[in-house]
Nanobody, 121 residues
Framework: QVQLVESGGGLVQAGGSLRLSCAAS????????MAWYRQAPGKERELVAR???????SYADSVKGRFTISRDNAKNTVYLQMSSLKPEDTAVYIC???????????????WGQGTQVTVSS
């Protein structure tokens, strides 16, 4: 069974850095795009960064120049390096994997459970 498991969240002071990881487990053949979303209390979920299987990236304007998304296809893992963090970056960060093809499974989009990132001022 395919699962996405995030790690790396926590509490950090403004200006600090964190690195999030999201590993997809299971007998996986391929994954299309992978991405990080975030959701703050009382707000809608928003796309933070996205990366294709070939490594092309895109970012929300609010994080450009501060966050970097990368992936290791051999490990079915996506990363989010966050620097110069601001209090407004505080949210639950959620991993997304598009069209995960795996043994005994249809190719489905998958979501992680989320990891809390809190930035103090």
């Amino acid at each position: 069974q395919v699962q996405l498991v995030e790690s790396g969240g926590g509490l950090v002071q403004a200006g600090g850095s964190l690195r999030l990881s999201c590993a997809a487990s299971g007998s996986i053949f391929s994954i299309d795009d992978m991405a990080w979303y975030r959701q703050a209390p009382g707000k809608e979920r928003e796309l933070v960064a996205r990366i294709t299987s070939g490594g092309s990236t895109s970012y929300a304007d609010s994080v450009k120049g501060r966050f970097t998304i990368s992936r290791d296809n051999a490990k079915n893992t996506v990363y989010l390096q966050m620097s110069s963090l601001k209090p407004e970056d505080t949210a639950v960060y959620i991993c997304y994997a598009q069209r995960v093809s795996a043994r005994n499974s249809f190719a489905l989009d998958r979501w992680g459970q989320g990891t809390q990132v809190t930035v103090s001022s």
